[in-house]
């Protein structure tokens, strides 16, 4: 089916083309190549065509269908529509969506001072678990501490009118020991303001699961083991805790599909050894539940590594997600976060934390709030009074995003923090930076695209 040419050019190398021996070859094909000369020619070929008809009678009706034939290699040049659909990413886990914000990037670009596109925020400064990967312990936690029900629902109706686009209660303490989540993201809604959460589902309000199903965006249960043992050692919660909160998730799916309401509801795995051999499981777990999705993340580390996260484990795991991720099927995703949990295969540089931009540009687009209303450009930097923007308990939210105050603190970030070696290991914002950062550093020639 293929003309060849000669095994060894005129210089010795082996050569190999994949001319079809019927294409129609150009008279005059120019310069000798590294090949021959033996070219394609392109017009004749347009004329050519692999289609015959076929007549198809369908009832009474005669009609004719061109047929492919489908002995024949795929070839270019033919022009017959798509040969392959590359799958669209339902969710995006592993990188930003600054693109779809480019009026705040311009807003950015012109000094202007702008909203956040999104907050993630802690409700609360404590926990009914204690994972053992838990970042909010470097982060101070303290029982009982929480962000006050008024000041709360102030703060999502000032979001609203300064044009945050969405909250994820995503933050140091668990969102479900705090009883205003609920009328929070009723009010979110009424706000326009998107709202998701982050929780490890045990201490759900089912009588109000319907609010936050109709509200919320999307649910994420933190879980990372698919057995009973293997949550009770990460979780550090009793084995009975783990069927209580598979039923939870089943009724959550239940009362979705019921209802008809769109929310999300997808579980997340943080990657640590101790739960390597728990991955199978908790992917063919979401499949029976019913869930969207299992994501799989690398475990964030403190500027200490307090955490003790060492990527180079991430390579005896490889095999498994990729088995796991192979379980996705059209209506559930299984994905690892490749672009964090392969840091070991970066240069060493990289790999100890250097970063691909040398300034933090991003906390304005995404800013982060603690449990106890403290308002900070970002969770790694939660108690570092230089950087304490406000506190919602005392002031606005609104007045905070017009005042100097909060410009000063999102500057001195931008002029001030080396993020090479002050910064936790890939935090939140680190997609972000490295999109602002390509923007803020062109290349010569931009306009040759
Ligand atoms: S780069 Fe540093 S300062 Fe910026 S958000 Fe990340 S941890 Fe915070």
Not at 208 to 228: C, H, Q, V, Y
Request: with cysteine; hydrophobic share 35%; aromatic share 10%.
């Amino acid at each position: 089916m293929t003309r060849s040419t000669r095994d060894k050019n005129r210089f010795g190398q082996h050569i190999q083309t994949d001319i079809p021996d019927d294409a129609p070859l150009a008279d005059r094909p120019g310069h000798k190549l590294r090949t021959s000369n033996t070219i394609v020619d392109r017009q004749a070929l347009s004329n050519q065509s692999k289609e015959t008809l076929q007549p198809v009678t369908f009832e009474d009706q005669t009609g004719f269908i061109r047929m492919v034939d489908e002995t024949e290699p795929e070839i270019p040049n033919q022009f017959t529509g798509p040969s392959f659909r590359n799958k669209k990413e339902k969710f995006r886990f592993d990188g930003h969506k600054m693109l779809h914000h480019l009026d705040r990037v311009q807003a950015w670009q012109k000094g202007e001072r702008f909203a956040p596109v999104h907050i993630d925020m802690g409700l609360t400064k404590f926990c009914n678990t204690a994972c053992i990967y838990c970042y909010a312990v470097v982060q101070n936690m303290t029982r009982g501490v929480m962000i006050q029900r008024d000041v709360l629902l102030r703060y999502i109706e000032d979001c609203g009118k300064l044009g945050v686009k969405s909250i994820g209660f995503i933050g140091d303490g668990e969102p479900t020991l705090n009883p205003a989540l609920y009328d929070a993201t009723v009010r979110a809604n009424k706000c326009g303001v998107d709202t998701a959460m982050a929780t490890n589902g045990l201490l759900l309000d089912m009588d109000r699961a319907e609010d936050l199903l109709k509200n919320m965006t999307f649910i994420r249960i933190n879980l990372s083991a698919g057995t009973p043992k293997g949550f009770q050692k990460v979780h550090q919660s009793p084995e009975k805790n783990f069927d209580l909160l598979v039923e939870n998730i089943r009724h959550l799916v239940r009362i979705r599909q019921e209802k008809g309401y769109k929310c999300t509801i997808g579980l997340q795995m943080v990657l640590i050894p101790e739960c390597f051999d728990e991955v199978i499981a908790e992917a063919e777990l979401g499949a029976e539940l019913g869930v969207d999705y299992f994501v799989i993340k690398q475990c964030a580390d403190s500027e200490y590594r307090e955490l003790g996260v060492c990527y180079e484990d991430y390579r005896n795991v490889t095999e498994i997600l990729q088995h796991a991720e192979a379980l996705s099927t059209p209506n559930y995703v299984v994905q690892a976060k490749w672009n964090k949990i392969s840091a070991a295969d970066e240069t060493p540089l990289y790999r100890h934390g250097v970063r691909k931009y040398d300034v933090c540009y991003g906390t304005p687009f995404l800013s982060q709030i603690s449990g106890n209303g403290k308002v900070y450009p970002c969770g790694p930097f939660y108690n570092k009074d230089r950087f304490l923007i406000g506190d919602l308990h005392e002031e606005s939210f609104y007045d905070m995003v017009m005042g100097d105050r909060y410009w000063a603190v999102h500057d001195d970030i931008a002029r001030s923090v080396d993020v090479h070696k002050d910064c936790a290991i890939g935090c939140r914002q680190d997609y972000i930076n490295k999109f602002l950062w390509d923007l803020a550093n062109p290349p010569d020639h931009v306009n040759f695209i």
